[in-house]
């Protein structure tokens, strides 16, 4: 999820507090539910509950490809309400250390640990993205769900997760590819695997993920179809970016169609 368009170069915290107000009220919206369930149908991860596009075929192949398993630990970066990460390590029967800078996301995360049959195997800390405060190379995979585009350096993000992983593991993530700036958005990459190189990682998958451009304009139709009831529920300051985001990406705002110019991908990349 975007943050709006705006007149200045928001801060981290500034984005760090339009997440603590954009995840507390996802918390309250069915309406938003409703939307993601008619636009993903049995694909979309129910009990996940994402705040972002993530599907159940994503999650099966991010717990694919950490290759990770009992007495082993990976961490989910930028984890918003650990979902995602929870999900992938109830599949894959590893441990997980979940990091996110926004401390309601770690709060409602934290909270939901027991109902993934999770306690004492999983837990989450308010920590950045480049600096995670984690120790070095103490595990065995890291994953990262639709939250890399909000880092303004991905390079220094990509060298946080080098320096986390041990030797050999992987480093799975979605996020965009960007060949246009939408306005108000921190810096982009066209294309992440230089920087993954770089960095010190292997490449060993990298593509679009299944229908993820309709599947984007659906829900964002389906969110200005709901526009009042939506901010009814989450309430202004959390339901107007997401609406400025739906008018915004698919070029109702300006006549350019930023949608058209990026790409979903999951990347699978490999510590060497």
Same mark, same amino acid.
């Given at each position: 999820?975007?943050?709006?368009?705006?007149?200045?170069?928001p801060?981290?915290?500034?984005?760090?507090?339009?997440?603590?107000?954009?995840?507390?009220?996802?918390?309250?919206?069915?309406?938003?539910?409703?939307?993601?369930?008619?636009?993903?149908g049995?694909?979309?991860p129910?009990?996940?509950?994402?705040?972002?596009?993530?599907?159940?075929?994503?999650?099966?192949?991010?717990?694919?490809?950490?290759?990770?398993?009992?007495?082993?630990?990976?961490?989910?970066?930028?984890?918003?309400?650990?979902?995602?990460?929870?999900?992938?390590?109830?599949?894959?029967?590893?441990?997980?250390?979940?990091?996110?800078?926004?401390? =309601?996301?770690?709060e409602? &995360?934290?909270? #939901?640990?027991? +109902?993934?049959? @999770?306690?004492?195997? !999983?837990? /989450?800390?308010?920590?950045?993205?480049?600096?995670?405060?984690?120790?070095?190379?103490a595990?065995?995979?890291?994953?990262?769900?639709?939250?890399l585009?909000? =880092?303004?350096?991905?390079? &220094?993000?990509? #060298?946080?997760? +080098?320096?986390? @992983?041990?030797?050999? !593991?992987? /480093?799975?993530?979605?996020?965009?590819?960007?060949?246009l700036?939408p306005?108000g958005?921190p810096?982009?990459?066209?294309?992440?695997?230089?920087?993954?190189?770089?960095?010190?990682?292997?490449?060993?998958?990298?593509?679009?993920?299944?229908?993820?451009?309709p599947?984007?304009?659906?829900?964002?139709?389906?969110?200005?179809?709901v526009?009042a009831?939506?901010?009814?529920?989450?309430?202004?300051a959390?339901?107007?970016?997401?609406?400025?985001e739906?008018?915004?990406?698919?070029?109702?705002?300006?006549?350019?169609?930023?949608?058209?110019?990026?790409?979903?991908?999951?990347a699978?990349?490999?510590?060497?």
């Open positions: 999820m975007a943050e709006p368009g705006s007149q200045h170069e801060t981290r915290v500034d984005v760090a507090e339009l997440f603590n107000t954009g995840f507390a009220g996802w918390s309250k919206s069915p309406t938003l539910r409703h939307v993601w369930r008619k636009v993903y049995g694909d979309y129910e009990e996940v509950d994402p705040f972002s596009f993530v599907t159940v075929t994503d999650l099966r192949r991010i717990a694919q490809e950490l290759r990770v398993g009992p007495g082993q630990t990976f961490a989910d970066l930028a984890c918003g309400r650990g979902g995602p990460g929870l999900w992938v390590a109830r599949e894959s029967g590893a441990a997980l250390v979940g990091v996110d800078f926004s401390r =309601v996301a770690v409602h &995360a934290t909270q #939901r640990i027991g +109902a993934f049959g @999770l306690s004492g195997r !999983a837990w /989450f800390q308010v920590g950045d993205f480049t600096a995670t405060n984690l120790p070095a190379t595990l065995d995979g890291a994953m990262s769900v639709d939250a585009w909000l =880092v303004p350096d991905k390079a &220094a993000a990509i #060298r946080e997760v +080098a320096r986390l @992983l041990r030797s050999g !593991a992987h /480093f799975v993530f979605t996020t965009w590819d960007v060949d700036l306005p958005w810096p982009q990459l066209s294309d992440h695997r230089p920087t993954l190189r770089e960095a010190g990682f292997t490449v060993e998958s990298y593509g679009e993920t299944p229908e993820w451009e599947r984007q304009r659906a829900a964002y139709e389906g969110l200005r179809g526009e009831k939506v901010i009814a529920e989450m309430g202004e959390a339901g107007r970016p997401l609406i400025a739906a008018n915004l990406l698919p070029g109702l705002v300006d006549g350019t169609d930023y949608l058209a110019r990026q790409r979903r991908i999951l699978v990349a490999r510590k060497a």
